[in-house]
């Protein structure tokens, strides 16, 4: 099976991430994809992030409904902080019987080259690239193993989220009904 690996912290999973992974798992050769739920970094410790199982908890739910989308808690047994080829490698090894790709955003590919390993995961991994606002342009949008995917253009940032929470202002059709119960229910970023 071929399979797309959405990365993030999720904090919390929101619209944006839900449209982008459904679009990639129903309009490329993606079979499913699967939300790579990123840990708590030691290095930057935020009291706005929560804990690593309540947001996978979050992502969860926030895709119950939805057979081609997944979540995997890989990275929590990884040493920290965990490199992407690292997690890519540990997925392979894991489950050696699918392919891999990697789904990142445009404006991550101008960054691209300064990542760990950024050459094998281009040549034995590959990009799914959607457009994102603000993107630079890239000589990596000419590389062979770069899939540009044609997906709506979001701007939903989580960090917007926690602070409507903060302020008692609604996040109504910005999050899943139910991660915005969980929220509520758990006082999550209050």
């Known amino acids: 099976m071929r399979i797309g690996l959405f990365f993030g912290s999720f904090n919390p999973i929101h619209i944006g991430h839900l449209i982008i992974a459904n679009t990639m798992a129903t309009s490329t050769d993606l079979e499913q994809v699967w939300f790579v739920v990123s840990p708590q970094n030691p290095f930057k410790k ?24 997944k979540a995997t808690d890989i990275e929590f047994s990884m040493p920290k ?36 390993n950024h050459e094998k995961i281009l040549e ?52 899943p009904e139910v991660v915005e119960e969980m929220i509520t229910r758990k006082k999550f970023y209050l």
């Open 46 to 69: 935020t009291k706005s992030l929560l804990h690593e199982f309540d947001r996978y908890d979050m992502v969860e739910r926030a895709i119950a409904d939805n057979s081609k989308l």
């Open 124 to 175: 034995y991994f590959g990009l799914y690239v959607y457009p994102r606002p603000n993107s630079e342009p890239s000589p990596l949008f000419e590389h062979p193993n770069v899939k540009l995917v044609s997906a709506p253009l979001l701007d939903i940032s989580a960090t917007f989220i926690r602070d409507n929470i903060k302020s008692n202002r609604s996040i109504r059709y910005m999050v």
């Open 81 to 116: 902080p965990s490199y992407t080829i690292d997690t890519l490698i540990r997925l392979q090894e894991k489950y050696p019987q699918h392919e891999f790709r990697l789904i990142v955003g445009g404006d991550n590919l101008a960054q691209f080259p300064n990542w760990k």
